[in-house]
């Protein structure tokens, strides 16, 4: 089965903080995908990335960046936190075979104070 | 543009009735169509995906899905609806303009399954 890890479940932070959410698959996928989501508006993708090193914004990049220097991992960097960023976090891969599905880890809640 | 539609915020059944969730698609070509079921205050986790091949489609936990290629729809279905089939429902297509397995989810359904 496909492992998707989220380092953390629960997270609270500062106003203004650099904040780093990581996310670590165990299959060797290609494509990692960051997304928020938020009552109302369903999932909104973020950035996501097809190799290592490469990246493509989503949908609402504005006030984040990405980091994949390992195939595994994948890291959303929050570079000064604000308030509406408060939000749940989702991380997923999948292999570059069009028939597979996106395997989801088990979700980041943030809270900005 | 390409685009997936869930029309129903929320689905309320009884339990033991048979229950439907719709999905409508937008996209060209021939789509690949995927159904997520999201439990509070975790990930998304996959139930079934339409390829192609058999327009039925059977999925995890007693799901099934009927893709509709003349009405564009792919809705989720369950003969004998469960407690705990109560969560949040996502249809998905896959972005036909990607080579990164990107998907387009529609906005999500609640299931209410009443005791």
């Known amino acids: 089965d496909v492992k998707v890890t989220q380092s953390s479940r629960y997270l609270v932070k500062r106003t203004g903080e650099k904040v780093f959410l990581e996310c670590v698959q165990d299959m060797d996928h290609e494509n990692m995908f960051w997304y928020r989501q938020d009552p109302g508006l369903g999932l909104r993708l973020i950035y996501f990335s097809y190799d290592v090193k490469m990246k493509e914004k989503g949908d609402i990049p504005e006030g984040y960046s990405v980091s994949r220097e390992k195939k595994e991992r994948f890291s959303l960097i929050l570079e000064s936190a604000s308030t509406n960023q408060t939000s749940m976090y989702l991380c997923a891969s999948t292999s570059g075979q069009r028939h597979q599905p996106q395997h989801f880890g088990d979700g980041t809640r943030l809270s900005i104070l | 543009a390409q685009s997936v539609a869930q029309p129903e915020d929320q689905v309320n059944v009884a339990e033991g009735n048979p229950l439907t969730v719709k999905c409508t698609y937008s996209?060209?070509?021939?789509?690949?169509l995927f159904w997520y079921v999201q439990y509070p205050n975790r990930g998304l986790q996959f139930l079934l995906k339409?390829?192609?091949?058999?327009?039925l489609v059977k999925g995890s936990y007693g799901f099934e899905a009927e893709f509709n290629k003349s009405q564009t729809s792919f809705h989720l279905k369950k003969p004998s609806a469960l407690v705990s089939d109560s969560a949040l429902y996502f249809c998905?297509?896959?972005?036909?303009?990607?080579?990164?397995?990107?998907?387009?989810f529609g906005q999500g359904t609640t299931l209410q399954v009443k005791p």
């Open positions: 339409y390829i192609t091949g058999d327009n």
């Open positions: 998905a297509v896959r972005d036909m303009y990607s080579n990164t397995g990107k998907l387009i």
């Open positions: 996209v060209s070509g021939n789509p690949y």
